[in-house]
């Protein structure tokens, strides 16, 4: 139970993690914080135990259990440990996760759009705009969610997602798309007027 067990419990578990065997590194922290819960290495070890899993993450599309592994983990060490250095990185590995996750959702969701499956499609984009706004793909599910509803006929979904869309990015091309779309349903006049009605209630 000295310092130097410690030191050497936690020396072998990174041992493990720098040779890409991440399953024996994950074990071995483990142990390591149940024998030694008074280390003053505890956060750097549950950190490493979230980045075992962070790195095994290569594609959207394939690595949904390391996803929500790494997720699970980086915001344990948030939680428990906010005030220490690795509870910043650990946020910025976040948003990296988020931005995966989403990745996936908008892929289906452009799949299910293309193939005319609509109700299916907007609830993969809603999924987006709802659970990973911090992402890059915010704008973008607005945007298909306001082809789906113009496909779909409805027209003031359509509208109110574009309104909603243009005064959160109103810089963004999504947002110019959009607008192109709804402005064929009847006119560039009416459908500013229906943003301004949108916004003033």
């Known amino acids: 139970q000295s310092s130097w067990a410690a030191k050497a419990s936690l020396m072998h578990a ?21 024998n030694y819960p008074a280390d003053k290495n505890v956060p750097y070890a549950h950190y490493l135990i979230a980045i075992c899993f962070y790195e095994q993450i290569s594609h959207h599309g394939l690595d949904g259990q390391y996803n929500e592994l790494a997720l699970e983990y980086l915001n344990q060490v948030i939680q428990r440990f ?33 193939n005319k499956k609509y109700i299916a499609a907007l609830n993969r984009f809603k999924v987006v705009v709802d659970e990973f706004s911090i992402t890059k793909f915010t704008p973008e599910a607005l945007h298909r969610m306001v082809e789906a509803y113009y496909e779909m006929g409805m027209y003031e979904e359509s509208y109110n997602t574009a309104a909603l869309l243009g005064y959160n990015y109103p810089d963004s091309k999504w947002y110019k798309l959009s607008y192109n779309l709804v402005e064929q349903i009847d ?11 949108f916004f003033d209630g």
């Open 14 to 34: 990174y041992a493990h993690y720098s040779r890409n065997a991440y399953t024996d590194s994950v074990f071995s922290l483990e142990r390591h914080i149940k």
């Open 82 to 114: 906010p005030q220490s250095k690795y509870a910043k990185d650990s946020q910025q590995k976040i948003i990296f996760v988020k931005s995966n996750q989403a990745a996936k959702h908008m892929d289906i969701g452009r799949f299910y759009l293309n």
């Open 187 to 197: 006119g560039e006049e009416t459908f500013l007027k229906k943003i301004r009605n």
